[in-house]
């Protein structure tokens, strides 16, 4: 059987088809303007290439809570024209398939879960630095959504001395996503993140900032694997500076040898590369389609 995935991001959307294995068959990219042309691409690839259903994964605010009479509406997304739009009801009537939605780091977290990283643990969680920051968690076996469904790219942070930077959220100005996302890369530095030097400053304070997320995050949740993705961690000198400003910021008191002796096991990039967000999506329809 072949099952359509869409991952929805603030930069570009990736959708193609999948089968039951997790192998993605073919897939496309295109750049997140409006939901109209989002569609009208999307759309015409299915036609195309019919499937059994259709698993989102989302950037958000969204509701992903499956009896819920919005059940896949975005709310309150700094894009405005994205605003109120429903993934469910617009693929389901031009497409009449079943639509699962869930954000698009819960999906990539289930996605690694299944097939990547997290293979065999119970707790995990995926990090996202892209155009914005956010975390899927998977406990005891399962994505949490609770109330809405976590947000960790608004932890507040604490500040880096050196920075004097405002930050960029709409809503709560100098949070993670304001201090730590890409577009807060390029706004505090006047250049894009892909072009910003290797070294320096600037990589040693996302650092400080995607620490504090993990720490938090180990913190509350104990996971067994931590997985960073997003166009931010493709920086390769990123990685190896949150690993060891986690060491530092815990100063000893996580005591584990995961942590202590081989955190570069633990803190870890996603094991499905940059289809870790298509594949989870396929993850999420394979999930409800089987079990319904
Ligand atoms: P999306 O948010 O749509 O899922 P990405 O995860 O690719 O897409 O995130 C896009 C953001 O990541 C942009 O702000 C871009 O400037 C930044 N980015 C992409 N590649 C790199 C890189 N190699 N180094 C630093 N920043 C990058
Ligand atoms: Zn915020």
Known sequence: MVYGAIEAGGTKILFGVGDDNGRILDYRTIITTTPAAAMSSICEFFKRNPVEGIGVG?????DVHLT???YGQLTTTPKIPWQQFNWVHHLRERLDVPVYVDTDVNAAALGE??????????NSVYITVGTGVGAGIIAEGRVVH???????????????PNDSFEGIC?????CLEGLASGPALAERWGVKGEHLAEHGIAWDMEAYYLAQA??????????EKVIMGGGVMNQPQLMPKIRSQVVHLLQGYLC??????RIDDYVVPPALGHLAGLKGALALVLERCSSS
Request: glycine share 10%; aromatic share 8%; net charge positive.
């Open 58 to 62: 989302s950037f958000g605010p969204v």
């Open 170 to 174: 709409p809503f709560h100005q100098d």
């Open 214 to 223: 993990v720490v938090s995050l180990m913190l509350i949740l104990s996971p």
């Open 68 to 70: 819920s009479p919005t």
């Open 256 to 261: 584990h040898p995961q942590i202590t002796e």
């Open 113 to 122: 879960s299944r097939w990547g990283a997290a293979v065999g643990f119970r």
């Open 146 to 160: 609770g109330l809405i469904h976590p947000e960790v790219g608004h932890l507040l942070v604490r500040k880096h």
